[in-house]
């Protein structure tokens, strides 16, 4: 194994011919001698290169529609042959296999093709088979080949090339390593697809894979590592976003911005504008408005303590009026599907804000997995897409609800699926007034609602606390009446929970009791 390895023979065969005719040209006046297939050999002949086709080294033409090319020994033994292996020598020799010291090859644009949209078959014949066989056989081989799988792995031979006159054995372990990830995540996603196709619930194997978008500083501490990888489902959000200003974004601001996203995009934007603010994932105020910086500041109104330092999340595009409100406070990440100049303008001014936008709202409905790790293993699940309407819900007191009253329990119930279990939300008028999040009963969730709704007009200076006249949500059913007497004591006048406990009777009773309306929804939203 030899640390510094001349570049003298490259063989090339890529989809993406982007840079691909520089790369051509860099390694020709390194004095390598090029090997290529079909399209790629014709680029580099077009350019004006020497090139052999990869035909005339197998002595076998292209067939079956180019899905047999370069499975051949003479291939495959120019990129596995141990260059200080005597007996591999003798074979090469004998058979007449010359080695191959780089190897570049991306692969079919199977993953571009299924996000078009195309049909079955098409997405099949865009799984590469040579490709992938060809860079597992160099990677393995780090030792007298390096391989390529895109421009930018291109770009790090040709450097040392230049530099040290050839490849060093460190880039071609690095190389190496890529290699197999980029297969690895190349066969996820034909996996995946597959999976999809059949709707298995539960494959024999799941199979991740993702690239790298952004190496972090630290993850949720400082002493642990972490990055930012992105897959390829096609959903708006942090992975699609660009970002106009501010300082890098860290491991917590990716994940609570998600959640501030996801939370907002509930809310369709041709019903009006709507604003969520998120500190440590959970909200600390959601609301609907008449414009965007009437929601934003009735959305802060709920808890303006917590809001500083958080996640702001619109579901329209950033206007001005919206900026300049945001910027009053230390905001640490606003997201929108679009800005406006006068609105980035305005930003400008906050150098360590950071602003994304996204091109568009993920959409609540469309299905998905969430993934949680666990020791030894993870947890698959499709992601949450129950949503409530007008007609699922049951009323089971004797007061029935007014209209404004379900408006507000439907609004507190989209609110409470994003908010950590146990989840207590009082909402009025399209406004949360207290959020409980995370506790491990529901009577203290309640509580702390109800604190953060009294808290929330003593800073208001209103007469009396936000939870007065409010829908109360519950993520999941009261196991006993003590948490809704708690919202009920803190103001509210309608409760929406799913039901199902064994109590349910014991709930209603304690309901009907206060005169208050009640509604249940046979579905549970726990977010844990």
């Known amino acids: 194994m030899t640390d510094i390895l001349p570049i003298k023979r490259a063989l090339i065969s890529v989809s993406d011919k982007s840079g691909l005719i520089d790369h051509a040209k860099a390694l020709s006046a390194l004095g390598a001698k090029l090997v290529s297939t079909g399209g790629t050999h014709k680029a580099i002949a077009d350019a004006g290169m020497a090139v052999e086709d990869v035909s005339s080294v197998t002595n076998f033409p292209e067939m079956m529609d180019g899905r047999v090319k ?141 690239k790298l978008k952004q190496s972090l500083r630290y993850g949720e501490n400082p002493h642990q590592s972490a990055a930012f990888y992105v897959t390829d489902e096609k959903r708006f959000g942090v992975a699609t976003a660009t970002q106009l200003q501010g300082k890098e974004l860290s491991y917590n601001n990716l994940n609570d911005t998600d959640a501030a996203f996801e939370l907002v995009a509930e809310f369709d934007p041709k019903n009006g504008p709507a604003v969520a603010i998120i500190k440590h994932a959970n909200p600390c105020g959601v609301a609907l408005g008449s414009s965007l910086v009437d929601a934003y500041k009735r959305a802060l109104e709920c808890d303006p303590v917590s809001a500083f330092g958080g996640i702001v999340a619109l579901n329209q595009r950033l206007d001005k009026a919206a900026a300049e409100a945001i910027a009053e406070i230390f905001t640490e990440v606003v997201i929108a599907p679009e800005a406006n100049e006068d609105a980035v303008a305005v930003f400008a001014k906050k150098k360590n804000l950071r602003l994304l936008v996204t091109g568009g709202l993920p959409n609540p409905s469309a299905p998905g997995l969430s993934f949680k790790t666990i020791a030894g293993g993870f947890l698959v699940q499709n992601r949450d897409i129950g949503h409530i309407t007008r007609a699922d819900l049951k009323i089971v007191t004797k007061k029935q609800p007014t209209d404004a009253e379900i408006n507000d329990m439907l609004f507190a119930f989209t609110v409470c699926k994003h908010v950590k279990s146990n989840a207590i939300i009082f909402a009025k008028n399209g406004q949360t ?96």
Not at 124 to 144: T, W
Not at 191 to 209: I, N
Not at 434 to 454: F, H, K, P
């Open 70 to 210: 370069t499975l051949h020994p003479k291939v495959h033994g120019g990129l596995l042959a141990l260059r200080d292996n005597k007996e591999h020598l003798a074979a090469m020799k004998e058979h007449g296999i010359e080695g191959f010291d780089v190897l570049y090859v991306n692969l079919y644009p199977f993953e571009a093709t299924v996000a078009r949209g195309a049909d079955f078959e098409t997405c099949i014949e865009n799984i590469d088979i040579g490709g992938p066989a060809m860079i597992r056989a160099a990677a393995k081989n780090y030792g007298f080949i390096a391989v390529a799988t895109d421009a930018d792995d291109m770009a790090a031979i040709l450097e040392d090339a230049k530099a040290y006159g050839g490849t060093t054995l460190a880039l071609r372990k690095k190389l190496s390593a890529k290699a197999f990830a980029r297969t690895g995540a190349y066969d996820a996603a034909i996996s995946a697809w597959y999976v999809e196709q059949l709707e298995d619930k539960a494959p024999a194997y799941r199979a991740l894979g993702g």
């Open 433 to 528: 007034a207290g959020i409980g999040a995370g506790q491990m009963n529901r009577r203290d969730s309640a509580r702390i609602a109800a604190i953060r709704a009294g808290e929330a007009a003593e800073m208001a200076k209103l007469p009396a606390s936000l939870a007065k006249g409010s829908a109360c949500a519950s993520d999941a059913f009261f196991p006993f009446p003590d948490g809704l007497l708690q919202a009920v004591e803190a103001g509210a006048t309608s409760v929406i929970q799913p039901g199902g406990s064994i109590r349910d009777e014991d709930v209603i009773k304690a309901a009907d009791e206060a005169g208050i309306a009640m509604a249940f929804t046979g579905m549970r939203h726990f977010r844990h």
